[in-house]
């Protein structure tokens, strides 16, 4: 039973365009949502997290949404480069101190110069 | 610099015969955590630690054992692999107010 589902396996966005990966959650006890990035032949490097007392939370480029409600996340990535081309793993855990990261199946993102 | 250090990266085994996959922090981080990834699974957390002498199951423990005798290691143990843990695996480290995980470079295990 997949708990973090990121439902598009890949990708593909023109340079300089904005980018959004998706990903639902089932666990209504998911607090703190992460977002990762993975190049080949490297471990997945942090990139963004929100609490769920927030909808919004920004860093330069990047902003992840948060809908409770629908138990929706997104990552926007604006503008993309092609140094954003890597896999982008959502997770999710029940506080921030979990010792459990529940991880979805990633989204291969391409950026086509 | 600080870092989680996984070895070997690469490892080809046949059934059955026993290998330990090494891990190591140098962050003094209470926390860590082994995860295999699979195509269309995401990463699937096997064990995890949070702190010397405790360890405790995550959501695919079957086969694998841990140990962390020391802050700094968490070693990964199959006694008898089979072609089924065949996968990327992954060590993690955190601080145990932090959420935000380390990640080793991954070991690539393949069981003929």
């Known amino acids: 039973d997949q708990q973090v589902k990121q439902n598009s396996p890949s990708l593909s966005v023109q340079e300089g365009r904005i980018s959004i990966l998706n990903c639902d959650y089932t666990?209504?006890?998911?607090?703190?949502f992460l977002w990762y990035k993975k190049y080949p032949a490297e471990g997945p490097t942090f990139l963004i997290s929100?609490?769920?007392?927030?909808d919004k939370n920004e860093d330069g480029r990047f902003t992840v949404f948060l809908n409770k409600s629908a138990k929706h996340l997104s990552l926007h990535i604006v503008p993309s480069q092609p140094g954003d081309s890597a896999v982008y793993f959502c997770a999710a855990s029940e506080n921030p101190g979990a010792q459990k990261l529940v991880f979805g199946q990633g989204t291969r993102l391409t950026i086509n110069p | 610099e600080a870092q989680v250090t996984q070895n070997p990266r690469y490892l080809i085994t046949v059934t059955g015969k026993k290998l330990t996959v090494t891990c190591s922090q140098n962050?003094?981080?209470?926390?860590m955590s082994w995860y295999r990834q699979d195509p269309g699974l995401g990463l699937r957390q096997i064990y995890y630690s949070m702190n010397v002498e405790v360890t405790d199951k995550g959501d695919v423990p079957e086969g694998y054992k841990v140990s962390r005798k020391e802050k700094r290691n968490f070693p990964l143990i199959l006694e008898s692999p089979s072609p089924n843990q065949t996968s990327l695996y992954f060590c993690?480290?955190?601080?145990?107010?932090?959420?935000?995980?380390?990640f080793g470079q991954g070991t690539r295990l393949t069981v003929v």
């Open positions: 929100i609490s769920s007392i927030k």
């Open positions: 666990n209504s006890m998911f607090d703190y």
């Open positions: 962050m003094n981080h209470e926390y």
């Open positions: 993690a480290s955190k601080g145990t107010f932090s959420t935000e995980a380390f």
